[in-house]
């Protein structure tokens, strides 16, 4: 099956500076690569996703990158603000005659200082 | 709203007891999961289903069980509940053509 590593698992940093979150998977067969934004108690949801056929997507302050070859996928969010501050979790989507089967990374929690 | 509809969204309950949570997938979705979220943890695959059949297990306890019915609702059932089950219990579905999971909200299981 699919592994997915996240890291780092904390990060913190000062309001307007970037942050990086980097993921890495095992199988060659997924293709497909959502983020999702959790804060305290509530439901993730969906950031940015990027295709296996595409390197880099951007939304506003957010962007994700994919290298197919090393199979490594990462979020970069700039100019952070406090609102930023959330558990950011990286998937990987696999696909199967079962249907889709999603991995999940452990999750960063992401800290922006003001 | 995501369309994912998961009752109660609270629950307490003694340990030993048995609880039934129940999701209803977004419209038009065929695939149901299941994640367990125990306090500043990760989201624990548990179980997923499509259009009826179970598809895929992770680390689903024995004491736990699901089905999805022919309406594609779901629901997850858990027996001799024991402290460590204190946890948020996620479902979410995914479609044909659909972008990534869509979550519901979750419902908050306390087992005293």
């Known amino acids: 099956g699919e592994n997915v590593e996240q890291h780092p698992s904390t990060l913190s940093v000062q309001e307007g500076d970037s942050a990086v979150i980097k993921c890495t998977y095992s199988?060659?067969?997924?293709?497909?690569f959502p983020w999702y934004k959790q804060e305290l108690g509530k439901r993730p949801q969906l950031i940015i996703d990027?295709?296996?056929?595409?390197g880099e997507k951007k939304d506003q302050r957010i962007a994700v990158t994919l290298n197919k070859t090393a199979k490594h996928f990462s979020l970069h969010i700039t100019e952070t603000q406090p609102e930023d501050s959330a558990v950011y979790f990286c998937?990987?989507?696999?696909?199967?005659?079962?249907?889709?089967?999603?991995?999940f990374g452990t999750g960063t929690s992401l800290t922006v200082i003001p | 709203d995501s369309g994912v509809t998961q009752t109660p969204k609270h629950l307490i309950t003694a340990t030993g007891q048995r609880v039934t949570l129940r999701c209803s997938p977004r419209?038009?979705?065929?695939?149901v999961y299941w994640y367990q979220q125990s306090l500043d943890q990760g989201l624990q695959f548990l179980i997923q289903?499509?259009?009826?059949?179970?598809?895929a297990k992770g680390n689903i306890l024995e004491r736990f069980s699901a089905q999805q019915f022919p309406d594609l609702h779901s629901e997850l059932n858990l027996s001799s509940l024991e402290l460590g089950d204190s946890a948020l219990y996620f479902c979410?579905?995914?479609?044909?053509?659909?972008?990534?999971?869509?979550f519901g909200s979750g419902t908050r299981l306390t087992v005293v």
């Open positions: 979410a579905s995914s479609g044909v053509g659909t972008r990534g999971y869509t």
């Open positions: 289903y499509y259009n009826g059949e179970e598809r």
């Open positions: 998937a990987a989507r696999r696909r199967s005659n079962t249907g889709n089967q999603f991995y």
């Open positions: 419209s038009g979705d065929l695939s």
């Open positions: 990027i295709r296996s056929n595409v």
């Open positions: 199988d060659s067969a997924s293709n497909y």
